[in-house]
């Protein structure tokens, strides 16, 4: 009884925290800085600023940001992703704003659930997310998570992949609780990978879109990141209850790095170029090389959720 009042606890503490965190996702220079003009441009290092919500760069050594608030965001190409929550829902339901190369909001989904991933395909056909949703009678933690997906060009929604057929070596996989999170697409827009959740473990999954069909590829990665050249995957791994490492895992020979960040991750890693990672932590964005080797290097203070164009 006393693990079940802790557990609804940590719960209802968790929804809170990201109800009371989140911040709308519209055009706002409210803020005493005035909104600067972003747009995307190749190689651009973007990301959310932490302290406002507002998406932003660094152009010339200053800070630039715009006045376009965000939860989590994501850029490739000539498109973009913003989520974030309606203030004042509950239970949460997020907004879904698939932008243009000015950032400014070509369509909108509003879904159940709160922000955790984004991200979008190299070739910008893709717009993808992971929201945290709550009352799935089979989570034992009272919440679970919803991927989906949005077709850039056709306007095909997906709003879970949780029916995608899924094989473990030669047999099917089903259960109540998959779960699936952090998508992250190949350059040829078809080809992706994901994380698969279920009792207590967590799987790689590829899957071929057009085919609609995957396979668990291997355990313990989560928030997989595909890198460039697309023969690598950047992924947390987890040590211990709550603790993640980051590492590469070379998917020819399964061969898995451990990157030089000794900190816990808990993110979804992006590929700056084909030798570096980066990834939020402790309110800042920072990058480590893709080998295991060096040290990290802190980037961009007060800021998170960080997006490279390409």
């Known amino acids: ?21 989140t911040v709308s996702a519209r ?20 990301f959310r600023d932490t302290a406002t919500g507002r998406v932003g760069t660094i152009d010339q050594g200053k800070r630039q940001l715009s006045g376009l608030k965000c939860d989590r965001f994501a850029a490739a190409k000539q498109t973009a992703v913003c989520l974030a929550v309606k203030p004042g829902t509950l239970p949460a339901v997020t907004d879904v704003l698939v932008l243009d190369d000015h950032l400014a ?26 929201l945290f949703v709550t009352g799935d009678s089979y989570a034992q933690t009272g919440f679970s998570t919803r991927a989906g997906l949005y077709e850039v060009d ?24 998959v779960n699936y999170w952090g998508i992250t697409f190949a350059p040829d827009g078809n080809r992706f990978y994901a994380t ?74 992006l590929w700056q170029d084909g030798h570096t990672v980066l990834y939020g932590l402790d309110n800042a964005v920072w990058a480590v090389p893709a080998d295991g080797s060096g040290a990290p290097r802190k980037l961009v203070d007060n800021a998170a959720s960080p997006a490279v164009t390409g």
């Not at 409210?30 to 441009?41: F, G, H, M, T, W």
């Not at 989904?109 to 910008?124: C, N, W, Y």
């Open 27 to 46: 055009h706002d220079t409210a803020d005493a800085e005035p909104a600067a003009p972003l747009a995307l441009s190749p190689g651009q290092l973007l």
């Open 154 to 177: 056709t306007g095909r929604l997906v709003k879970t992949i949780e029916e995608l057929p899924v094989f473990v070596g030669d047999q099917r996989y089903f259960a109540a609780d």
């Open 196 to 269: 698969l959740g279920s009792k207590g473990k967590t799987y790689l999954v590829e899957a071929d879109y057009a085919r609609y069909r995957g396979k668990t590829v291997r355990e313990n990665v989560e928030c997989p990141s595909l890198s460039p050249d697309a023969t690598r995957v950047a992924f947390k791994k987890k040590t211990s209850e709550g603790v993640w490492r980051l590492s590469v895992l070379d998917l020819k020979t399964m061969q898995e790095t451990e990157l030089a960040e000794q900190r816990s991750v808990d993110d979804q890693a």
């Open 105 to 130: 909001v070509r369509h909108n989904e509003t879904l159940p659930g709160t922000p955790s991933r984004a991200r979008v395909s190299p070739d910008g056909k893709r717009v993808d997310w992971t």
């Open 1 to 21: 009884m006393k693990k079940l009042v802790l557990a609804l606890l940590g719960t209802a503490l968790l929804i809170a925290a990201a109800v009371g965190y």
